[in-house]
């Protein structure tokens, strides 16, 4: 879908230039008709370096030559109309003309090359993204689940939030966190914490025990492979692990200092706070017997809303912060996918397009039977 839309964006793109093109060529006419209708003393033949400038600006290097050789070839019109080719006038015009429209189609081929190399990077950028946050199954089992990243980064389309989900026996396994700070170094984090969610999916740990896993691997990241920098040996990753079990109208969880989830369930919005919460992943080497799983309700008609904390944090020009509660309270839908969109572009609306961190969202919905 989003390669239809670049391609269609391109074709636009063409047809745009190619009715952008009748401005120079009407420079062009424009001013050898009214030179050569004008006294000798007149001269409006440098007006016509006006017409590969202004091609260049939407246009690729080939129509800007094209251009601009069309324009020279009406300043030699004009020259031999007026006097003769052999005048100094004439000849330093049509000179001049000459080495500026190489010049300015020497300058849009450079940008070109450059814009198609930075084309490339991007591409390249966009494939890593999205092997490293790969978009969760609109389906599984009897589970619908929807989502929606809003990175902070420019041009990023990821960042430190990070979410996942893998099957394990008689169940759903899912995680969602948040990396502290953002850019490069967090998302360096959160590809450690998801590429030790999915590696460990064959082992068939407890959710404790997967916990424990996922603490051991960031706390050994930070610790290995900070070379002394204090922000990286700051840095801590806050986590919901859960399952959703098949065939039980539950979710099992444990949670180490993240935001709670938002059940909806008959209009009725509640959070799903635990008793103890863990220790955030990262500050130390934990262990299995540090985590206490906690057992929700989670039947077919309920939406269970997962979030990071850039959801909440978002705040509007008054200062406000983005009231999710409410948000969600007043959805009457259970569809997660458009509540994701909904919440989504409300969100941005709420904050004004522009976000101080990242934000991530995963709906659940459980179908009253197997698809």
């Known amino acids: 879908m989003r390669v239809w839309h670049g391609l269609t964006r391109l074709g636009r793109s063409r047809h745009l230039s190619h009715g952008l093109v009748a401005v120079p060529l009407a420079i062009i006419v424009a001013v050898t008709v009214i030179d050569i209708n004008a006294p000798t003393t007149i001269h409006l033949g440098p007006f016509l370096v006006a017409a590969p400038a202004i091609t260049a600006s939407f246009a690729g290097a080939g129509l800007t030559g094209a251009v601009g050789a069309l324009a020279v070839a009406a300043q030699v019109v004009i020259g031999h109309l007026h006097g003769g080719l052999s005048t100094p006038n004439h000849q330093a015009q049509i000179a001049a003309l000459i080495v500026i429209s190489v010049l300015v189609t020497a300058f849009r081929y450079a940008r070109d090359r450059h814009l198609r ?31 929606a990243y809003i990175s902070a980064e420019a041009e990023a389309q990821i960042g430190g939030d990070l979410y996942a989900a893998v099957p394990v026996p008689g169940a759903t396994r899912l995680v969602v966190g948040d990396v502290r700070g953002k850019g490069l170094a967090a998302i360096g984090e959160a590809a450690v914490l998801i590429g030790a969610f999915r590696g460990s999916a064959y082992r068939n740990l407890s959710l404790p ?14 610790v ?46 509640s959070t799903l706070e635990v008793s103890d919460p863990a220790l955030p992943l ?34 509007n020009r008054a200062g406000a912060f983005y009231p999710l509660i409410d948000r969600v309270a007043s959805w009457n839908e259970a569809d997660p996918l458009r509540l994701v969109q909904h919440l989504r572009d409300d969100l941005l609306q709420y904050a004004g397009g522009n976000l101080g961190d990242d934000a991530a969202m995963v709906a659940i919905a459980r179908s009253p039977e197997r698809p």
């Not at 079990?245 to 200092?257: A, F, T, W, Y």
Request: glycine share 8%; with cysteine.
């Open 117 to 147: 190399k930075l084309s490339r990077v991007q591409s390249v950028a966009v494939g890593a993204q999205k092997v490293l946050l790969r978009p969760l199954p609109h389906r599984i089992g009897r589970l619908r689940i929807a989502s």
């Open 282 to 315: 990262g500050l130390r080497a934990p262990s299995e017997s540090e985590y206490e799983v906690e057992t929700f309700g989670f039947a077919p008609g309920d939406l269970l809303l997962l979030y990071t904390d850039g959801v909440i944090e978002a705040r």
């Open 209 to 222: 025990g997967i916990a424990a896993h996922l603490g051991n691997s960031v706390y050994w990241n930070i």
């Open 224 to 269: 290995h492979l900070a070379d002394g920098d204090p922000h990286a040996e700051e840095s801590f990753v806050t986590a919901l692990v859960l399952d959703v079990p098949e065939d039980s109208p539950s979710i099992r969880m444990v949670n180490c200092g993240h935001p709670p989830p938002l059940l909806l369930r008959a209009d009725k919005v």
